[in-house]
């Protein structure tokens, strides 16, 4: 096929098909997603002055200043001051410390139980693996946050280890479904037979065996539930029914949201919101990553 445009000749049957490809310009978070050492390297700094608050502050964040209250941020108090005079720079880094631990443990306490929960499903006869995975699904089709709440309003006064529990105990479900797939496709391996027949117990062999076969393909999940449990607390603080004021947090300091909001004292809900978000995005951008490289290994097997 031939036509004439001019003095050009345009030569060939599909002629119509073909396009000049434009390199497509990368946003901003699609080039931060590929750089996860920013991430990381973001968090590592949070963690460290979380971890060792001491270091970057000598003030106590419970001391209340009574004459400096609802300052805006300034040389003298970088990040201003509360509604009780504390300063919030000073409460950031220990308030930090309270969620990060929150996160951690939360994240422990919810992986261990989707750990063996679905190692129990994944080697288990048909109908009680199709009974618990049926629970499962139940589960899963209540909003968590609605159970949490439940939970805790049940238990009434909050402490870091009782909200880390409550956050753990309610979110190991999609982690044990993940964990069950992965092992219904290795139980009947050699290597585990041979197991059996020598007289391992369960724990053993999913230390020994089924252990460092599925972690791999669950931690983007693991990383992912430390970001969610930082949230789920700063949600529950946020609704009242989380850490109390005297125990500082990211999110107990947002609980004070409201009244900073009417009172035009945007620092005090800005600053605690942007390092939660931040630490957030990291989080989740750090386990994006290890999910994509997770694939990566997967497809070249």
């Not at 000073?90 to 992986?111: D, P």
């Not at 994944?122 to 949490?148: K, N, Q, Y």
């Not at 009782?162 to 219904?184: F, L």
Request: charged residues 15%; hydrophobic residues 50%; glycine residues 6%.
């Amino acid at each position: 096929m031939e036509r004439q445009y001019g003095d050009f000749e345009i030569v060939g049957e599909n002629y119509l098909s073909y396009e000049i490809k434009v390199p497509k310009r990368k946003t901003f978070s699609e080039w931060i997603k590929e750089k996860p050492y920013i991430s990381l390297s973001i968090l590592l700094i949070i963690i460290v002055g979380c971890v060792f608050p001491g270091i970057i502050t000598k003030s106590a964040p419970a001391y209340m200043d009574l004459s400096n209250t609802n300052i805006a941020p300034n040389s003298t108090f970088y990040f201003g001051t509360d509604s009780l005079g504390r300063d919030i720079f000073t409460m950031i880094w220990y308030g930090g410390r309270i969620s990060l631990f929150i996160g951690v443990l939360a994240t422990v306490i919810s992986t261990t139980i989707a750990i063996v929960y679905g190692s129990i499903s994944g080697v288990a006869a048909e109908w009680l693996d199709d009974m618990m995975m049926r629970f499962t699904e139940i589960i899963l089709s209540i909003p968590s946050i609605l159970i949490i709440i439940f939970v805790q309003a049940m238990i009434g006064q909050a402490n870091p280890v009782s909200i880390a529990i409550v956050i753990g105990i309610t979110s190991w479900m999609n982690i044990s479904k993940i964990v069950r797939s992965e092992v219904r496709q290795i139980r009947n391996s050699e290597y585990i037979l041979a197991a059996k027949c020598a007289g391992a117990n369960f724990f053993y062999i999913l230390k020994q065996h089924l252990l460092p076969n599925f972690i791999s393909a669950i931690m983007f999940m693991v990383v992912t539930n430390v970001g969610s449990a930082i949230g789920i607390e700063a949600t529950l603080s946020f609704l009242g029914i989380g850490l109390p004021l005297e125990i500082i947090s990211w999110g107990s300091m947002l609980s004070l949201a409201e009244k900073a909001l009417l009172s035009n004292y945007w620092w005090i809900i800005l600053i605690p919101g942007l390092f939660l978000v931040i630490t957030l995005v990291c989080i989740t951008n750090i386990g994006d990553y290890v999910r994509r490289n997770n694939n990566k290994e997967f497809s070249n097997l």
